[in-house]
């Protein structure tokens, strides 16, 4: 049960961070491609769509066959069609999209909290007003 909530809570940030990678990535059709095309085969609900759209969006594959603390795990390719084989270069590239994306989810933030406080101002503005028809400043009589 808490793994399933684990994926709820973190189910928004996921499609943000796969988004923001789509469109800072350069391939946006490929990242795109990549995500609707791979992200169900990831054995996580929220890695799968950012992965594959990582993925798509450096125009490698990732996945496979993979090694972990001795254990060795055999996970679906995701962009297999599409993708080239990693090559060392491909960190620098794949750090410099993450800051990209990370730069970019911070401006979304920044973003949301403004608005959310523009909101909450305007709906404090007008709880201070009294109800009934509006006058344009003037008086009854």
Not at 16 to 36: D, F, I, K
Not at 85 to 102: C, K, M, Q, Y
Not at 132 to 138: K, Q
Request: glycine content about 18%; aromatic content about 2%; hydrophobic content about 45%.
């Amino acid at each position: 049960a808490s793994a399933r909530l684990d994926d709820l809570a973190g189910w928004p940030g996921a499609r943000l961070t796969a988004l923001l990678a789509v469109a800072s990535g350069g391939r946006p059709g490929e990242a795109v491609r990549a995500w609707r095309a791979d992200a169900a085969k990831h054995p996580s609900p929220n890695a799968g769509p950012v992965e594959a759209a990582f993925a798509g969006a450096l125009g490698v594959r990732l996945g496979g066959t993979l090694a972990y603390g001795g254990r060795v795990e055999h996970r679906p390719v995701l962009n297999g069609k599409a993708g080239r084989a990693v090559e060392t270069g491909d960190i620098e590239r794949a750090v410099r999209l993450s800051r990209r994306v990370g730069v970019l989810a911070l401006g979304v933030g920044v973003a949301g909290r403004l608005g959310a406080a523009a909101v909450a101002r305007r709906i404090a503005g007008r709880a201070g007003r009294p109800q009934g028809p509006r006058t344009s400043g003037r008086r009854a009589i």
